[in-house]
């Protein structure tokens, strides 16, 4: 149904590449795009990382003004879609519109993790999500002089390199044992971990935040478990995100357990109504045994394209090899494929250089490649796992043998 009238919620990476890729495979029917931030779509990643580290950085748009005119999206900016009936496929926006939808498609993202501790409210206690978010944090560095930062995940360490490098005094504390253990590889912790600390950042391991402390209603201080005081006058909170799923879950939408794992969908990204679909963050989707949901711009884009080419006609199950990057200072960190399970892992190149790739195995298989500051390594990772090729353990910790070589395997011992 190429003239379908086709609803997306959410003007994130995962809602803008759907309406841009169901333009370019010849949809036909009316496309809403609804978002309920007040700016233009734009790309999120920068904002821990070069929109914070400069007072005049604009935003970066996903599309240009004319974009969305020119492709007739009918894109509607600070709109909240509150109510969904699946039964008669509609909903209810915010702005007090009713809208039917032959396809809807929940790109929701997700939302900032919160601490439950004393002191979390206080003015200078923040998270970084969004394009508000990131302006206000932005402002507060820029008379900050004593950072903290509460989690040593992907945002707060790439926040934390950016606050360094402006001359902030600034603390992480991560309660598990190593920064990044959900993502990385022991020893790409160490690395990163290694770089920040001579940047002067000062990384705190396996300790937690117990409470802030304020004075007038701003942040003061953090008092850690051991009682420590440390001074503060921004405290960046981040520690994770959960789907947002609010809107799906009263509509009697599945999710997982409590909506905390996003909204289930099949190999073809329907929910449990097949007119309804959903992709990015908020969607947790099948991935061989199990099912994932995963934070990324590849995802995002991906599920997106994948959603766009079955309403116009060519169904395919999503099935990609997840990758990422993060930009920690001068550190440019990409991952092709996940860490999980991963009990073998062998080094390309030398540690100490600041340029090289850790293969991890479960088993004899390649799940997963990091590389530091190695993107032909990162090109040629995403390549071979694509293509389930098979490459010894051995070869790639030999720098001599060519990733450019590995073709596809002929047997493989277990899905990824
Ligand atoms: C600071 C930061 C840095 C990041 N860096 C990287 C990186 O380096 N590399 C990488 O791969 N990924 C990175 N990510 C993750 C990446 O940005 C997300 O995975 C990606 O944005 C997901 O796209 P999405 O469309 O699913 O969600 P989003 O981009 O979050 O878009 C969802 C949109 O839906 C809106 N919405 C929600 N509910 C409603 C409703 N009821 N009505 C209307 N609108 C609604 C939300 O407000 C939001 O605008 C980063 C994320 C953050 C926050």
Same mark, same amino acid.
């Not at 040629?380 to 720098?399: C, M, T, Y």
């Given at each position: 149904m190429n003239n379908a009238n086709v609803v997306i919620v959410g003007a994130g990476h995962a809602g803008v590449q759907t309406a841009a890729s169901l333009r370019e495979m010849g949809h036909d029917g009316r496309i809403l795009l609804i978002g309920d931030e007040p700016d233009r779509p734009y790309h999120r990643p920068p904002l821990s990382k070069s929109f914070i580290a400069s007072p005049d950085a604009d935003l970066d748009p996903l599309r240009s003004e004319e974009f969305f005119a020119n492709n007739d999206i009918d894109l509607r900016?600070?709109?909240?879609?509150?109510?969904?009936?699946?039964?008669?496929?509609?909903?209810?926006?915010?702005?007090?519109?009713?809208?039917?939808?032959?396809?809807?498609?929940?790109?929701l993202g997700s939302r900032n993790r919160t601490v439950p501790i004393e002191g979390a409210a206080l003015d200078g206690v923040a998270g970084l999500r969004t394009a508000q978010d990131a302006r206000s944090v932005?402002?507060?560095?820029?008379?900050?002089?004593?950072?903290?930062?509460?989690?040593?995940?992907?945002?707060?360490?790439?926040?934390?390199?950016?606050?360094?490098?402006?001359?902030?005094?600034?603390?992480?504390?991560?309660?598990?044992?190593?920064?990044?253990?959900?993502?990385? *590889?022991?020893? !790409?912790? /160490?690395?990163? %971990? =290694?770089?920040?600390? +001579?940047?002067?950042?000062? @990384?705190? *391991?396996?300790? !937690?935040? /117990?409470?802030? %402390? =304020?004075?007038?209603? +701003?942040?003061?201080?953090? @008092?850690t478990g051991d009682d420590r005081h440390i001074p503060a006058d921004l405290?960046?909170?981040g520690v994770g995100a959960l789907p947002n799923t609010a809107l799906a879950e009263s509509a009697g939408i599945a999710?997982?357990?409590?909506?905390?794992?996003?909204?289930?969908?099949?190999?073809?990204?329907?929910?449990?109504?097949?007119?309804?679909?959903?992709?990015?963050?908020?969607?947790?989707?099948?991935?061989?045994?199990?099912?994932?949901?995963?934070?990324?711009?590849?995802?995002?884009?991906?599920?997106?394209?994948?959603?766009?080419?079955?309403?116009?006609?060519?169904?395919?199950?999503?099935?990609?090899?997840?990758?990422?990057?993060?930009?920690?200072?001068?550190?440019?960190?990409?991952?092709?494929?996940?860490?999980?399970?991963?009990?073998?892992?062998?080094?390309?190149?030398?540690l100490s250089s600041g340029r090289f790739s850790i293969f991890g195995?479960?088993?004899?298989?390649?799940?997963t490649v990091e590389s530091i500051n190695k993107p032909g390594d990162h090109m040629a990772a995403r390549r071979i796992l694509e293509s389930r090729g098979s490459l010894l353990p051995e070869q790639a910790a030999n720098p001599e043998f060519s990733l450019k070589e590995v073709g596809p395997a002929t047997t493989h011992s277990s899905a990824r």
């Amino acid at each position: 149904m190429n003239n379908a009238n086709v609803v997306i919620v959410g003007a994130g990476h995962a809602g803008v590449q759907t309406a841009a890729s169901l333009r370019e495979m010849g949809h036909d029917g009316r496309i809403l795009l609804i978002g309920d931030e007040p700016d233009r779509p734009y790309h999120r990643p920068p904002l821990s990382k070069s929109f914070i580290a400069s007072p005049d950085a604009d935003l970066d748009p996903l599309r240009s003004e004319e974009f969305f005119a020119n492709n007739d999206i009918d894109l509607r900016l600070g709109v909240r879609a509150r109510n969904l009936d699946p039964s008669t496929q509609r909903l209810d926006l915010d702005s007090g519109e009713k809208v039917h939808f032959d396809h809807l498609i929940l790109a929701l993202g997700s939302r900032n993790r919160t601490v439950p501790i004393e002191g979390a409210a206080l003015d200078g206690v923040a998270g970084l999500r969004t394009a508000q978010d990131a302006r206000s944090v932005r402002e507060r560095l820029g008379n900050a002089q004593h950072v903290v930062v509460i989690g040593g995940g992907f945002i707060g360490m790439e926040f934390a390199a950016a606050a360094a490098a402006m001359g902030r005094t600034v603390t992480i504390f991560e309660a598990a044992p190593r920064t990044m253990a959900r993502a990385v *590889s022991p020893d !790409t912790s /160490a690395y990163l %971990e =290694g770089t920040h600390t +001579a940047e002067g950042v000062s @990384i705190q *391991s396996g300790a !937690t935040v /117990a409470r802030i %402390e =304020g004075l007038g209603g +701003a942040v003061s201080a953090v @008092i850690t478990g051991d009682d420590r005081h440390i001074p503060a006058d921004l405290v960046l909170v981040g520690v994770g995100a959960l789907p947002n799923t609010a809107l799906a879950e009263s509509a009697g939408i599945a999710t997982g357990a409590q909506g905390s794992d996003g909204i289930l969908v099949d190999d073809h990204l329907r929910t449990n109504h097949t007119a309804i679909s959903a992709i990015g963050d908020c969607a947790r989707f099948p991935a061989g045994p199990t099912f994932r949901r995963l934070e990324s711009v590849q995802n995002a884009v991906d599920q997106a394209r994948c959603v766009a080419a079955r309403i116009t006609g060519s169904p395919e199950p999503y099935q990609r090899v997840p990758w990422f990057w993060s930009h920690q200072g001068k550190v440019k960190l990409q991952i092709a494929g996940l860490a999980a399970g991963v009990d073998r892992s062998v080094v390309r190149g030398d540690l100490s250089s600041g340029r090289f790739s850790i293969f991890g195995y479960r088993g004899a298989d390649l799940v997963t490649v990091e590389s530091i500051n190695k993107p032909g390594d990162h090109m040629a990772a995403r390549r071979i796992l694509e293509s389930r090729g098979s490459l010894l353990p051995e070869q790639a910790a030999n720098p001599e043998f060519s990733l450019k070589e590995v073709g596809p395997a002929t047997t493989h011992s277990s899905a990824r």
